[in-house]
């Protein structure tokens, strides 16, 4: 899975993080997030990068919210 999450909402993924690491629950998951900042502020960087990281994904989870800390 990639995940794709504003910082506020680290304990919603984490939630999933603890059901794939339960070996009763049926879910795989490898971490392909972005750990630190690009060092770029070029869109077109950024997002090839992160295509990178969503191609070697099998699921893709994006988390949506209504706004910035909610």
Do not use: Q
């Not at 770029?40 to 990068?49: C, E, H």
């Amino acid at each position: 899975m990639f995940f794709s999450v504003l910082a506020e909402h680290r304990e919603r993924v984490n939630g999933l993080r603890l059901l794939a690491a339960n070996p009763n629950y049926g879910l795989e998951c490898y971490d392909e997030y972005v750990r630190m900042p690009f060092d770029s502020n070029a869109d077109g960087y950024i997002t090839a990068k992160i295509r990178e990281k969503i191609a070697r994904t099998s699921v893709t989870v994006c988390l949506i919210s209504p706004g910035p800390g909610t």
